[in-house]
C-alpha cells in the first residue's frame, strides 16, 4: 500500500512525562529528581485562585528531600505565576524578580520570584530556574554539538547548531592539517573554504559563551571534525517530551544487525544527529600496529578530518544506518526521549520487529503506526 | 494587482463595438493548417542586437494569417554574469534569474507593467530550461539577469474575441523564449554543455467532434478547431537530453503511445529551432 | 528563485543520499519503499463558512487548510455569443435544432471560463508575489481547468455562473516541497464542496435553496453498482478532481512523493496531474475501441492532464572535493603548494566523477528516463490508483 490516510485522532492529552504508561512518581525520579519540591498532589492546579499557588512556600518542605522526591510530579508553572516570595532563593532562568511598583491589586508580593516562561521548576541548591517545555537549544560549555556551516568570514564559520544564534568557529579552533601544533598561516586565511564551506556538517565542542547567547565552537580534538559517510537528522532539541537530552554519552559505536557492520551515532546536544558508517579511524590502526609515534598519528589523523569523500559502502549498512534514522525519527514522533538507552534498545526492538514483518528484515519502514508499535515496545505498553 | 502609482483605466473590462458583417455572424470559420504536419515554422533569430548588454538576441516567427508577416516577436538581453550583491550568501555556481514579460501593447487584451502570475511562470519554465544547459559551477559568486520582452505575442487578429487559447498561446511563447535566450546566452559567452531550444507540439482535433485527432509540431490555435493538448520541450540534441517538460491537456492515461509520440514531435520541433540556432551563431561568428 | 526550493546539504551527505538511492532497490532514508507515501492524516469538512473545506497534515507537522467558497456572479456577455434577448423561453427546445439533440441535450450550452476559478497559495514565509507561489498555483490550477470540463460545472445559467474561490493555506513552513500536500488537500476539499441547489430556471435571476441538506456536490456522487469492498462509503464521485504527484528519478529508479532531502539528489523531478472520470463519458477522443475494454473493466478512467518539470536543487548544490584533489587533504603544507592547489581547483571542476564524491549534475535528463516517470505513475492499476481508492476512503462529512 503506497499511502495510508488516517483519520484525524482526537486531541492528544498533553503529557510531558517520558513515560505516559508509569504513574508520576516513578516518572520524576528518573528525569526530573532535582525538580524535588514541594506542590499540590490533587493533580487540579488550573482550579486554584493564584493566590494558592504558591509552590514553595517554607523551606522545611525544600528540606524535606525524601519527602519532595516522593512527591515530585513534574512541577509546572506558567509566565507570570508566582513561584516564591521567600528571599533566601536566588533567581536563575526563566525566572525574574517582581518589582516593589506592583499595585495593591496585585496578588504578586514585590521581590517575590516570578516564573517567566511555562515549564518545570527546576532547583539547583539555592537557584530557581524554570525549564520551558520547548525551546530552542541554549549552549552550554561543554556541549558536544552537531552543526552545519552557513556562512563563511574572513576568520571564522558561521555555524547554525539549532540556537538562537549563528554559533561562531574561529580559524584558530580548528586543528589545522600538518599536525596540530602548526602555525596558522596567511594562506590558511585564504584557504578557509577547503577545510568547510557553506553546507558542511561538523561535529564540535562548545567552547565558550557570548553573553547574548552565541556560542563559541572548537574542534581541536580527534573526535571532532567534517561528518561524512552518513546520514543527518534533525530532531527538536532539548527539552520537553521528546529530544535528545544531555547524557553521558552522546557519541557511541555500535554493532548492526544483519551484517551492517560498525555503525557510529552522535547525538548532538542542540538535537542533530549523525548516524554514519564506522570507518577505523588511523589512530586505532596505528595503535594495532604499534610502531607510530605520537606525531605520527596526529598527522595522519588530519588528513581525513577535512574530506568530503565518502568511502565505500556496503548495501547492509546503508540499510541499518536507514533504519537507525528510521528510531530516531520514530522516538521523536512519538514524544519519547532521545539517548543512547533509547536509541540501542529501539533499534534492536526495530530489528526484531523487522524480523517477524511479512516483508522480511529488508524491511526498514518505522513511519506511521510501526512507529507507534515500536514506541510502545519501548515504553512496555 | 493594482498599480496605484499611475492612473489606471475603469476596473470593468470592456468590450469594444463589433460591427455586424457576415463573417462574425456565421460559424467561425476554421482555417486549415497551412503547413504539413510536420513543419515548423519559419523563424529569424539574430544576436547582438542590444550593444550595451552583454549578449542578446532577437527572434521573429513567422504568423498564420498571412505568410512572411511576423506574429511573435521575442527580444532577450542577457546581463552578467556579474558579482552578486555583498548581501546575498555564497554561491559556488552561477545565480540565474529569468525575467519574462509581455509588452502591454503584446496580446490583445492589455496586459500591465507588472508582471502578472502566468508570466512569473513563464519565467520558472525558462529558468528550469536554462538551467540545464549551463555550466553553472564555471562561474561560482556571480549572477546573470535574463530578460525577455515579448514585443508581439502571436495571436490572431482577425478575430474580435478571445477564444481560450491564451494557454496555447503561452506554450508558443515558451518555446520561443528558450530558444531566444539560448542565442543570448552563447552570444554572452557564458559556457553551455549545449544549445538548448524550445519546440512544441499539438494534439489537435480538425474535423469535427468525432475525428480521430492528429499531432502537429508548431502548432497556432487560430488554425485548428479545437486543441486537446499541447507540450513545450526545451530538449539538448547533441546529449539527447530534455531539460524542461510542460505539458498540458487531456488524454487517456491508458494511451502512453499518444504521449509519447507529442513528446517526440515536440523534440522534432526543437531540433528544428536548434538548426537555426546554430546556423544564426554560426553566421555570427563569421 | 528555483521553483523548489534550496536546501543546503554537504557534499558528504549528497553523495551518500543519491548512493543509497541509486542502489536497486534504492533505500529512502526515512524507510519507504519507492512507491510509499509518507502517512498523512486528512478530515474534510473542517470549516463551516465554506463550501467545501479539507485539511492534511503530515506526521512532521506539516498542514495544509483548503477552503473553497462560492460566489453568484454576472457572466459578461460577449457581441457575437448567441445573446438571450432574442429567444427566451425557448431555451429548452432550442437543442433540438441541432441534429443529435438527444446525444449531449442541454450539456452543449453550457460554458466554462477559466477565469471563473481563482485559486490562491498562501505559504508561510514565501512573499505573495514570490515566483515559487506563482508556479504551484499555476500547476494546480492547470490541472484542473486543463480538460475544459470543470468550469462548465460553474454554469448556472447563461446570464450568472459561479465564481468559485480556491484557498489553499500552509500552516507552517513547509518542510518539504509542498506540491503534493496542496494538491491532495484541494482534492479533498473539491470533492466535499457543495452548491446550494438552483430553484430558478432558465436564465432569469437565479435563486437556491435554502436546505443545505439539498444542496448538491461539485463532483456528483453516484452509488457505485458494484460494491467496492475496501471502501465503506456508499457513494463515490465517478469523476474526481485531479490529483498532483510528484515523482523524480535517480539513476534508474523512480521515487514517489520524495521528501526534501531526496528531491536534492533528484536527476529529475516532475509533477505529474492526473483525474479519473466517469467511464461512460463520451469523450470525443477516446473512440479508439481498444480504450474501452479495461476501462470497463478498472471501473476507472484515469487521464493525464498536465507534466511539469520541477527544477531539481541538484544543480545547486556545492560540490564536493575528491580526496586527491584536496588541498587539506593529507599532510602536505598549505604554504608552500599554493600554485599546485590553484591547478588541482580547477581541474577538479572538470574531472570525472569520482566515487563518493558529490558533483551537481549538468544538463537535462533523458528522453527514456522520462518516459519512465510517465509511464510509471500512468501505469493501470499503479500507485494513482491506490492513491485516489485511499482518498476515496476518507469520510466525507
Request: hydrophobic share 40%.
Amino acid at each position: 500500500m503506497p499511502i495510508t490516510i488516517l483519520p484525524p485522532k482526537p486531541s492528544r492529552p498533553i503529557n510531558n512525562h517520558q513515560h505516559p504508561s508509569e504513574d508520576d512518581v516513578s516518572a520524576a525520579s528518573d528525569s526530573d529528581s532535582d525538580a524535588g519540591a514541594a506542590i499540590d498532589q490533587d493533580g487540579d492546579h488550573a482550579m486554584h485562585p493564584p493566590t494558592k499557588r504558591t509552590r514553595l512556600t517554607t523551606t522545611t518542605t525544600i528540606s524535606n528531600r525524601t519527602a519532595a522526591a516522593a512527591a515530585a510530579a513534574a512541577s509546572i508553572v506558567t509566565p507570570g505565576e508566582q513561584i516564591t516570595d521567600d528571599p533566601q532563593w536566588m533567581r536563575g532562568h526563566g525566572t525574574y524578580v517582581a518589582g516593589t511598583a506592583a499595585g495593591s491589586a496585585s496578588t504578586i508580593t514585590a521581590g517575590s520570584i516570578v516564573s517567566s516562561v511555562a515549564g518545570t521548576v527546576t532547583r539547583t541548591n539555592k537557584l530557581l530556574s524554570v525549564r520551558p517545555l520547548r525551546a530552542r537549544y541554549t549552549p552550554e560549555v561543554g556541549d558536544l554539538v552537531v552543526g552545519r556551516i552557513v556562512e563563511v568570514q574572513a576568520k571564522r564559520w558561521r555555524v547554525d547548531v539549532g540556537s538562537t544564534q549563528l554559533a561562531a568557529l574561529p580559524l584558530s579552533a580548528i586543528n589545522l592539517p600538518g599536525g596540530i601544533l602548526r602555525k596558522r598561516t596567511e594562506t590558511d586565511e585564504l584557504q578557509i573554504r577547503t577545510f568547510f564551506a557553506e553546507g558542511d556538517l561538523l561535529v564540535a565542542e562548545v567552547q565558550q559563551l557570548f553573553g547574548d547567547g552565541g556560542a563559541v565552537l572548537h574542534t581541536r580534538s580527534l573526535k571532532y571534525g567534517k561528518l561524512r559517510n552518513g546520514v543527518f537528522v534533525a530532531v527538536a532539541g532539548m527539552g520537553g517530551g521528546g529530544g535528545v537530552v544531555r547524557s553521558r554519552r552522546q557519541v557511541w559505536t555500535m554493532d548492526a544487525a544483519n551484517g551492517g557492520g560498525q555503525i557510529d551515532v552522535v547525538l548532538g546536544v542542540n538535537g542533530y544527529v549523525w548516524i554514519s558508517r564506522h570507518v577505523e579511524t588511523p589512530e586505532a590502526e596505528a595503535a594495532g600496529k604499534g610502531a607510530a609515534g605520537i606525531t605520527n598519528m596526529e598527522e595522519s589523523v588530519s588528513t581525513t578530518m577535512y574530506s568530503s569523500q565518502n568511502d565505500r559502502i556496503e548495501v547492509e549498512a546503508m540499510r541499518e544506518i536507514a533504519r537507525l534514522r528510521g528510531v530516531v525519527t520514530a522516538l521523536v514522533e512519538n514524544g519519547l526521549r532521545v539517548d543512547e538507552d533509547m536509541v540501542v534498545r529501539g533499534y534492536h526492538e526495530a530489528v526484531e520487529m523487522a524480523m517477524v514483518s511479512p516483508e522480511g528484515s529488508d524491511d526498514i519502514y518505522l513511519g506511521g503506526e510501526k512507529g507507534q508499535q515500536l514506541a510502545a515496545a519501548l515504553t512496555g505498553v | 494587482m493594482a498599480d496605484r502609482r499611475r492612473i489606471n483605466g475603469p476596473a470593468g473590462a470592456t468590450i469594444p463595438p463589433v460591427f455586424d458583417d457576415a463573417s462574425t455572424r456565421g460559424p467561425k470559420s476554421i482555417k486549415s493548417r497551412s503547413r504539413p504536419a510536420n513543419a515548423t515554422r519559419k523563424m529569424y533569430l539574430k544576436t547582438g542586437v542590444t550593444p550595451s548588454a552583454s549578449g542578446s538576441a532577437y527572434l521573429e516567427i513567422e504568423t498564420s494569417a498571412t505568410p512572411g508577416v511576423s506574429g511573435l516577436k521575442l527580444s532577450c538581453s542577457v546581463h552578467g554574469p556579474r558579482s552578486l550583491p555583498r548581501s546575498a550568501p555564497f554561491s559556488p555556481h552561477i545565480v540565474l534569474s529569468t525575467h519574462v514579460k509581455y509588452a502591454p501593447f503584446a496580446t490583445k487584451q492589455r496586459r500591465g507593467y507588472l508582471r502578472d502570475p502566468s508570466e512569473r511562470d513563464l519565467g520558472i519554465h525558462l529558468e528550469a530550461a536554462l538551467r540545464g544547459a549551463i555550466i553553472a559551477d564555471r562561474w561560482p559568486k556571480s549572477g546573470v539577469d535574463i530578460i525577455i520582452s515579448i514585443v508581439e505575442g502571436d495571436q490572431d487578429r482577425e478575430t474580435s474575441q478571445l477564444q481560450g487559447d491564451e494557454v496555447w498561446d503561452m506554450m508558443n511563447a515558451l518555446g520561443g523564449c528558450i530558444t531566444v535566450a539560448a542565442a543570448a546566452l552563447a552570444d554572452a559567452g557564458i559556457d553551455c554543455v549545449d544549445t538548448v531550444a524550445g519546440g512544441v507540439a499539438a494534439l489537435v482535433q480538425d474535423a469535427g467532434e468525432d475525428s480521430i485527432p492528429t499531432v502537429v509540431v508548431d502548432p497556432i490555435p487560430s488554425e485548428h478547431e479545437k486543441i486537446l493538448a499541447a507540450c513545450c520541450i526545451a530538449y539538448l540534441p547533441t546529449r539527447d537530453e530534455v531539460t524542461n517538460l510542460w505539458f498540458r491537456g487531456d488524454l487517456p492515461a491508458s494511451d502512453i503511445d499518444l504521449y509519447t509520440n507529442l513528446v517526440e514531435k515536440g523534440i522534432q520541433a526543437s531540433k528544428n529551432a536548434n538548426r537555426v540556432l546554430v546556423g544564426c551563431l554560426a553566421e555570427t561568428i563569421q | 528563485m528555483a521553483s523548489s526550493q534550496h536546501v543546503l546539504l554537504s557534499p558528504a551527505e549528497l553523495a551518500y543520499l543519491h548512493a543509497s538511492l541509486s542502489l536497486t532497490p534504492p533505500i529512502r532514508p526515512d524507510g519507504r519503499s519507492p512507491t510509499q507515501f509518507r502517512p498523512l492524516v486528512a478530515e474534510t469538512g473542517i470549516l463551516p463558512g465554506t463550501n467545501g473545506s479539507a485539511r492534511i497534515c503530515f506526521a512532521d507537522g506539516t498542514e495544509a487548510i483548503v477552503g473553497v467558497k462560492a460566489e453568484v456572479e454576472r457572466t459578461a456577455q460577449r457581441p457575437g455569443e448567441d445573446t438571450i434577448f432574442l429567444e427566451e423561453g425557448g431555451v429548452e427546445g432550442g437543442d433540438d435544432a441541432d441534429g443529435d439533440g438527444e446525444a449531449r441535450e442541454g450539456v452543449d450550452k453550457r460554458k466554462g471560463d477559466a477565469a471563473w476559478v481563482e485559486m490562491t497559495v498562501e505559504i508561510p514565509g514565501l512573499r505573495d508575489d514570490d515566483s515559487g507561489t506563482a508556479f504551484l498555483s499555476a500547476m494546480l490550477s492547470e490541472a484542473l481547468l486543463s480538460d475544459g470540463e470543470f468550469a462548465k460545472r460553474l454554469w448556472i445559467n447563461r446570464r450568472f455562473h459561479w465564481k468559485l474561490y480556491l484557498d489553499i493555506i500552509l500552516i507552517s513552513p513547509p518542510l518539504s516541497y509542498p506540491l503534493p500536500l496542496l494538491s491532495l488537500t484541494s482534492h479533498l476539499a473539491l470533492l466535499s464542496t457543495r452548491l446550494p441547489r438552483l430553484k430558478s430556471e432558465g436564465d432569469e435571476d437565479p435563486f437556491f435553496d435554502d436546505d443545505w441538506a439539498a444542496a448538491p456536490y461539485l463532483y456528483p456522487r453516484t452509488t457505485p453498482t458494484t460494491t467496492s469492498s475496501t471502501s465503506p462509503t456508499t457513494t463515490t464521485a465517478a469523476t474526481r478532481p485531479p490529483i498532483t504527484l510528484l515523482v523524480m528519478a535517480v539513476g534508474n529508479n523512480i521515487i514517489f512523493d520524495p521528501s526534501k532531502e531526496e528531491l536534492t539528489v533528484a536527476d529529475v523531478a516532475l509533477a505529474v496531474s492526473v483525474t479519473s472520470t466517469a467511464s461512460s463519458t463520451s469523450k470525443p477522443h477516446t473512440d479508439n475501441a481498444d480504450l474501452k475494454e479495461p476501462d470497463t473493466e478498472a471501473g476507472r478512467n484515469l487521464r493525464l492532464l498536465s507534466i511539469r518539470t520541477i527544477d531539481p536543487p541538484s544543480r545547486l548544490t556545492p560540490p564536493g572535493v575528491a580526496n586527491a584533489a584536496n588541498a587539506a587533504y593529507g599532510a602536505n603544507n598549505g604554504a608552500a603548494t599554493g600554485a599546485t592547489q590553484k591547478m588541482l581547483e580547477a581541474q577538479t571542476a572538470e574531472t570525472e566523477a569520482v566515487e563518493g564524491v558529490w558533483k551537481a549534475p549538468r544538463g537535462g535528463a533523458k528522453r527514456r528516463v522520462l518516459g519512465a516517470l510517465v509511464q510509471k505513475v500512468l501505469e493501470r492499476g499503479g500507485v494513482v490508483d491506490e492513491v485516489l481508492d485511499a482518498l476515496e476512503a476518507v469520510d466525507l462529512g
